[in-house]
């Protein structure tokens, strides 16, 4: 007979997936699969990519579960992983590298036809470095010192980033002089 494992605490799932119990893991994919995925398309991968980031996030995630220390949300720890792989596959991309100091294409900035906001197009209308250290500072739970290690930047120019995203963001995001503005 199968056990319920829905009402189980991530932290137990996490115990039990340490010792091998697969369902239990598969509970942890299930219920943060969706996170992990939305994490990584405001990083910018495209849906095949973060697909494709996030399954391999949570093998990484399997075979070090023994690792999770739980000192902080298991989804986070995710995240981190995910994003990690994400950076270390955009660092291989020559491309990538060379547009991430260019401007965002002219656009609405992420409101719809009907004044709706939508922060995943808000995200798509920054730069690619200040999107990139937004996202990975308040999307995949990491420190600007983490960002600037990883991403091989100062770390006075990460905080700049992160800085001047969320005050375009906010610019963005604040009520519309004709009416307020409702976020989806």
């Known amino acids: 007979m199968a056990r319920a494992l829905t009402p189980l605490h991530d932290v137990e ?12 893991f598969g509970e942890l994919v299930r219920r943060h699969g969706s996170a992990v995925r939305v994490t990584l398309r405001r990083m910018g991968a495209q849906p095949a990519l973060a697909d494709d980031l996030a399954q391999d996030a949570f093998l990484q995630a399997f075979e070090r579960c023994a690792e999770f220390r739980g000192e902080g949300a298991f989804v986070g720890w995710v995240k981190r992983i995910a994003a990690r792989l994400y950076l270390k596959r955009i660092r291989h991309n020559a491309r990538y590298v060379a547009e991430l100091e260019g401007e965002p294409e002219p656009g609405a900035w992420g409101v719809d036809a009907g004044g709706r906001l939508d922060l995943d197009e808000a995200l798509k209308a920054l730069p690619e470095a200040e999107r990139l250290c937004v996202s990975l500072c308040h999307g995949a739970g990491l420190t600007h010192a983490e960002i600037a290690t990883t991403l091989g930047l100062p770390l006075g120019t990460v905080k700049s980033h992160v800085k001047r995203g969320l005050d375009r963001l906010r610019a963005r995001l604040e009520p519309h002089p004709q009416g307020a503005r409702h976020v989806r």
């Open 13 to 24: 799932l996490v115990a039990l997936a340490a010792g091998g119990d697969r369902g239990a």
